[in-house]
């Protein structure tokens, strides 16, 4: 099994940051891509960062200049810092890894619970 465990949401006021944690667990030979999707009320998932193996990123329009993604391979965690946050900014987020799971397994995508993050005054 694989398990996907996020943390660091919250309520934050417009301005503020918060820094998002997701750490993959359990029976993992290789982890590839990593990123977040959020999804607001009434709205799809939406990409708002990825990140490669090698450390090449990738952001939504919306998240660039203040979201930052970083992983860190050795504890096969990604992380997303959250700075200058807006009202907009509200949403559930989710993380997602493009794991093998044995030298032979096919690759598959998974998903974490996801962590609620309130931008309002």
């Known amino acids: 099994q694989v398990q996907l465990v996020e943390s660091g949401g919250g309520l934050v006021q417009p301005g503020g940051s918060l820094r998002l944690s997701c750490a993959a667990s359990g029976s993992i030979f290789s982890i590839y891509a990593m990123g977040w999707y959020r999804q607001a009320p009434g709205k799809q998932r939406e990409l708002v960062a990825s990140?490669?193996?090698?450390?090449?990123?990738n952001y939504a329009e919306s998240a660039k200049g203040r979201f930052t993604i970083s992983r860190d391979n050795a504890k096969n965690t990604v992380y997303l810092q959250m700075n200058s946050l807006k009202p907009e900014d509200t949403a559930v987020y989710y993380c997602?890894?493009?794991?093998?799971?044995?030298?032979?397994?096919?690759?598959?995508?998974?998903w974490g619970q996801g962590t609620q993050v309130t931008v309002s005054s």
């Open positions: 997602n890894a493009d794991i093998r799971r044995t030298v032979i397994a096919s690759r598959v995508f998974y």
């Open positions: 990140i490669t193996s090698g450390g090449s990123t």
